[in-house]
């Protein structure tokens, strides 16, 4: 039998058929690229994540920073993949900036930048929704929660793809490793600018509380600062970004969701539940097993990289009945688009208070959205997936129009 190859067009355009042969035959079998062992059901998935003594985070050091790329990425040094106790004493640090109060505090801006987006989205009519809209919304979050340029969201959003995109690209393309590396160096010296700026003033924010943190009565070091910072602008723009466009691209192919959610407001939690569940920003994420173990009878061997298929388990029929049917009124949801356990996505609440607020506005003005293009292309990335861009025409309602 054939590997399959998770980065092929076709895979990559539609993967969910794949997904599902997958979980039916081979749920625990290795694949390309690199032969990694992919894991597609649910339960496996979520018995993985929880299990830190043998599936060790360090497995998305593949991702992140592959032999390949020959330059460190401050992303790896992050968190993100560290592993108990070290994890638990990042993330308390990092569990300050995302409480109910902050993020609470910072929905009014939200609000305001989605309205006027929303505004100038419906004037113009056809626009290129990611950089028109998502990206920008986000940024403007970002930008206030950490104390951004929200003038350089292009520069983060061309960082962060870049970044993302590692895993999706041949050692041999020495071309686009070349522009990773610049990314990467770019977006360093941009992290330490910003964290000597945090230390020569008077600044009242999250950056400013970590220059003060201590960790087991010791300052944080450099690179965890930088690690941070990285983390918060890979993963805060990626995830819901993401979450955004996939949700604008289901309105567009599902238009009587645009009436409905307007007709029935508590219904708009659900959606956004059930794109996370059919769509989520968080598509695999990998880890390295740290001695033999098994999963669904399988044996993996010690020090193997393991690729965490989120977006398989999300459509796991022993979880969800019908699992590629589109419905935000099923019963059965789970979290597990943003992570599991340990890891559960710290921005969580603040990219569901995001998508949240951006529809609500996108409603008040927007009567339906239609693709310009039934075929997209999507990014080259083993941990999320998104559409490079989405190309909308956007019908305002009468009274949008007259505003």
Not at 206 to 218: G, H, I
Not at 372 to 395: F, H, Y
Request: glycine letters at 4%; proline letters at 6%; aromatic letters at 6%.
């Amino acid at each position: 039998m054939n590997r399959l190859n998770l980065l092929a067009p076709g895979v990559r355009e539609n993967p969910y058929p794949f997904y599902a042969t997958l979980r039916r035959e081979s749920p625990v079998c290795q694949v390309d690229p690199n032969g990694m062992w992919a894991v597609t059901r649910y339960d496996d998935i979520v018995a993985a994540l929880k299990n830190t003594q043998v599936f060790s985070s360090a497995g998305l050091r593949v991702a992140s920073e592959p032999p390949y790329l020959r330059r460190h990425n401050p992303l790896s040094r992050s968190l993100l993949l560290a592993d108990p106790p070290r994890h638990s004493q990042l993330r308390s640090l990092i569990n300050r900036a995302f409480t109910a109060a902050t993020v609470t505090s910072l929905e009014p801006q939200m609000r305001s930048t989605a309205a006027k987006l929303a505004d100038e989205l419906v004037e113009r009519r056809s626009a290129e929704f990611i950089g028109d809209f998502a990206l920008r919304a986000q940024v403007s979050a970002l930008a206030n929660l950490l104390g951004l340029d929200p003038s350089l969201g292009k520069h983060f959003k061309r960082w962060a793809t870049d970044i993302v995109g590692v895993s999706g690209i041949s050692p041999e393309d020495q071309v686009r490793l070349g522009e990773v590396r610049s990314s990467i160096d770019e977006m360093e010296r941009y992290a330490q600018a910003l964290l000597a700026k945090r230390r020569s003033g008077q600044e009242d924010d999250w950056l400013s509380d970590l220059l003060r943190a201590r960790l087991d009565n010791s300052e944080l070091t450099d690179d965890d600062l930088v690690g941070f910072v990285f983390l918060f602008l890979v993963a805060g723009l990626e995830t819901t970004v993401t979450l955004v466009t996939q949700m604008v691209s289901t309105l567009a192919r599902r238009p009587e969701w645009m009436d409905r959610l307007r007709e029935e407001p508590a219904l708009i939690a659900p959606f956004i539940e059930e794109v996370l569940r059919t769509e989520p920003p968080l598509h695999a994420t990998i880890r390295l097993t740290l001695a033999e173990t098994e999963l669904s009878g399988v044996r993996l061997p010690a020090h193997a990289p393991v690729l965490l298929l989120v977006g398989s388990g999300l459509r796991d029929e022993t979880r969800f009945e019908d699992p590629d049917r589109f419905d935000p009124e099923r019963r059965a949801q789970a979290n597990l688009a943003f992570g599991h356990g340990a890891h559960f996505c710290v921005g969580a609440l603040l990219a569901r208070t995001q998508a949240r607020v951006v529809l609500e506005e996108l409603l008040r003005k927007v009567r339906r959205f239609e693709l310009r293009s039934e075929r997209l292309e999507w990014n080259m990335s083993l941990n999320t997936r998104c559409p490079l861009e989405l190309p909308v025409e956007a019908v305002s309602l009468p009274w949008a129009q007259c505003a």
